[in-house]
Nanobody, 124 residues
Framework: QVQLVESGGGLVQAGGSLRLSCAASGRTFSRDTMGWFRQAPGKEREFVGA???????????DYADSVRGRFTISRDNANDMVYLQMNSLNPEDTAVYYC??????????????WGPGTQVTVSS
């Protein structure tokens, strides 16, 4: 089981940017798909994006339509970190953001591990 801890959340104005970080520990990290989900008040948790390794230093990232072109996921396997760069934020992006890890197949529905989450609030 991998342990995940997010950081970097906070309050930002609409149009601004924020970068979330996720530190992983517990077992081999480089083989996992890593990603991000979010949950807004009164809504279900939703997939934001994920990144998987497809070759030596080669990765593939997938994103939800609502964030594609604005959010970017990256990872640093040497330091067991994954990041979510969020640009052009709007109030609809306000949510608790969760880091997740697991297998690529089925990741959007149910990754294996979750972090405790970090709050992102976008003011209008």
């Amino acid at each position: 089981q991998v342990q995940l801890v997010e950081s970097g959340g906070g309050l930002v104005q609409a149009g601004g940017s924020l970068r979330l970080s996720c530190a992983a520990s517990g077992r081999t990290f480089s083989r996992d798909t890593m990603g991000w989900f979010r949950q807004a008040p009164g809504k279900e948790r939703e997939f934001v994006g994920a990144i998987k390794r497809i070759g030596v230093n080669t990765y593939y990232a997938d994103y939800a339509d609502s964030v594609r072109g604005r959010f970017t996921i990256s990872r640093d396997n040497a330091n067991d970190m994954v990041y979510l760069q969020m640009n052009s934020l709007n109030p609809e992006d306000t949510a608790v953001y969760y880091c997740a890890a697991g297998a690529w197949e089925g990741f959007r529905q149910k990754p294996g591990s979750w972090g405790p989450g970090t709050q992102v609030t976008v003011s209008s």
